[in-house]
Every structure is written in structure tokens, then in C-alpha cells.
């Protein structure tokens, strides 16, 4: 099968692509853009991605980093159903957004050392040692073993309990770890001196949140990130493309919300939550292609413009 956008230096195994091309259905949860990519982009992704796994053997982790609303956890949620449907693999998907802190965690992070920490988003505001032992957990998992992963619901904006959170039974093959964050690097102090945007300007304007955030990044999230072994980057176009796909997640969250508590965001709300990320985000569109193993630039109607 010839693909036109696929490029040419990452040879794939024809006898995977030709398996997961006749389990398309499969992908039927895919939106439609990029169902209609599935020859050129998504059949070569996923063929990949099982390469990855193949040549690294044991349970990889495979990173996959994109801003808000770029369609990381529909691409999990694909890979994980055509690798069982076509391989009979158990994918583990570990959202970033499942780890962050509950709502008075967050608040008392607030109190102590900054109050923009009360909201969830930058390195600072996941349990980050958690994430470090469930990737330990879920590569030692043994035959019928159930491990849980928390779940957070984004309306309540709080952690569910117990009784709501993922159950995954072992063996695990593959471990896929998705969030807007994964894999982000910290940067230079100098970099941190001049705000970002408004909410840098007049709730920042010291740096203090900004550093902090920076040195997370730096420690026990570089720790975290360094037990991925391949990071494939959904590159967005910018901050106006979040801010437009963050608001159509907004209008899911509260289909599917299950906490007792709504602290959904307006319009508004919306736009300075986006603000909490800018920084982040604007610093992986300059240098996270650099790091990362694949990268499929979106172009703002959600389709892939170009694979490198």
C-alpha cells in the first residue's frame, strides 16, 4: 500500500500493516477527519508504534504529547482497540490528566507556595511519584493481576473515588501514556523572565509560579518522562486551535461528568484557564519536535498536514 505522506526513511513491516488493515473497523471511534486519513497516516501509525514495541521487547511505554484537544486520547484509545482486535495485545493507557491532584490538594499547594497551583495543568499539579510506580506496577503485572489507575473528572475538577477509577488485569504488552505535558522539557531561568501572557503579567509578576513550575519539569517530571521510550508529538497549530478544540472538550465533560461537584468553566473561564498552559505549550511547539521519535503536525481543521 503506497502512502503519500508517510515518509519515505521510516520503513514499516508489511506484514503488520497488512494484519491491521484488515481490522480497520477496529477505528470506527476515530472522527471522521481522520478516518479519511486512515491509508496515508493512522494504518502507518499504528504500524509503528507495534514496531516500537517489537524491537524493544518487555512493555514499553510510549509517549504521546499534544496540546489540549489535539486528539491524544482518541489516538490511545484507537491504538489500544486495533492491537487487541488484531494482535490480542492488553494496552495500558495513563492519561496525565487521571494523576492530577484533587481539588484540595491543589488548593493547599495554593495556600503554601503559589496561589495559580490551586489550578490543575502545569508540572506541580500530578502526583508524579504515582506515575512513576504505576509504569513500575503495570510492567510487573502477572496473569489475572488487577491493578487500578485513578480517574479525575474534569467538571468536578476533583479525583473520583476509588470505586470510579480504571482497572486494568495483567499481562500488560504495551503501556501508553498520554497528556498535554509528557515529554516537555524545562528551559533556561532566562526564559522564564518576561510573562507570557496576561495572566503572567498580573498574577505572576514576580515569576515565582513560573519558576517553580519550571523546576518540577527539571526534577521529578524529567524522572517521570524518562521512562518513556518512544514520545510521538500531535503538533497543534497554535494557541487559538486549543482554545477552540479545549472548548469542544468542555462541551463533552459535562455529557460525561460523574463528580458531585460542577466547576465547569464559560467562555471566559475558558480563556484564562488556556493561559495556565500557554507557556508550556508554545515552548513544546519550538523544541519538542527536536526530542520527539514522530510528529504529526495538525492543521486546524484536525486533519495531519505533514509526518516527520
Known amino acids: 500500500m503506497t502512502t503519500t505522506l508517510w515518509p519515505a526513511k521510516r520503513p514499516l513491516d508489511d506484514h503488520l500493516r497488512t494484519t491491521f488493515a484488515s481490522n480497520r473497523s477496529a477505528l470506527k471511534s476515530l472522527p471522521e477527519p481522520w478516518l479519511k486519513q486512515w491509508p496515508d497516516v493512522w494504518l502507518p501509525v499504528a504500524t509503528w508504534v507495534a514496531q516500537q514495541k517489537n524491537t524493544l521487547g518487555g512493555v514499553p511505554v510510549i509517549g504521546i504529547h499534544g496540546g489540549q484537544g489535539s486528539g491524544k486520547s482518541t489516538l490511545s484509545q484507537a491504538l489500544a482497540s486495533l492491537y487487541k482486535a488484531a494482535l490480542g495485545w492488553n494496552c495500558a493507557i495513563v492519561s496525565i490528566d487521571?494523576?492530577?491532584?484533587?481539588h484540595d490538594e491543589r488548593k493547599a499547594l495554593g495556600q503554601s507556595i503559589h496561589p495559580l497551583l490551586a489550578t490543575r495543568?502545569?508540572?506541580g499539579t500530578h502526583d508524579s511519584?504515582?506515575?512513576?510506580?504505576?509504569?513500575a506496577d503495570l510492567k510487573q503485572l502477572e496473569p489475572g493481576q488487577c491493578l487500578t489507575i485513578p480517574a479525575f473528572d474534569k467538571v468536578s475538577d476533583d479525583r473520583l473515588p476509588e470505586s470510579n477509577w480504571h482497572q486494568i488485569v495483567g499481562p500488560v504488552d504495551l503501556i501508553l501514556f498520554e497528556g498535554w505535558c509528557v515529554g516537555c522539557h524545562a528551559v533556561a531561568d532566562s526564559q522564564l523572565d518576561e510573562p507570557a501572557n496576561q495572566l503572567e503579567a498580573t498574577e505572576d509578576p514576580d515569576g515565582h509560579w513560573r519558576r517553580w513550575v519550571n523546576q518540577r519539569l527539571?526534577?521529578?517530571?524529567?524522572?517521570?518522562?524518562a521512562m518513556m521510550d518512544r514520545?510521538?508529538?500531535?503538533?497543534?497549530?497554535?494557541?487559538?486551535?486549543?482554545?477552540?478544540?479545549?472548548?469542544?472538550?468542555?462541551v463533552e465533560n459535562r455529557k460525561h461528568a460523574r463528580g458531585d461537584h460542577d466547576r465547569g468553566l464559560d467562555h471566559a473561564g475558558l480563556v484564562r484557564f488556556i493561559q495556565h498552559y500557554q507557556r508550556l505549550t508554545e515552548n513544546a511547539l519550538r523544541d519538542l519536535?527536536?526530542?520527539?521519535?514522530?510528529?504529526?503536525?495538525?492543521n486546524n481543521q484536525h486533519a495531519v498536514n505533514h509526518i516527520n
Open 98 to 102: 487521571d494523576l492530577y491532584l484533587g
Open 231 to 250: 514520545l510521538i508529538m500531535l503538533k497543534v497549530p497554535g494557541m487559538q486551535a486549543v482554545l477552540n478544540w479545549r472548548g469542544q472538550q468542555e
Open 129 to 135: 511519584a504515582l506515575g512513576r510506580q504505576l509504569f
Open 218 to 225: 527539571a526534577s521529578d517530571y524529567a524522572d517521570w518522562f
Open 289 to 298: 519536535p527536536e526530542h520527539a521519535d514522530l510528529v504529526l503536525e495538525l
Open 121 to 123: 495543568g502545569v508540572p
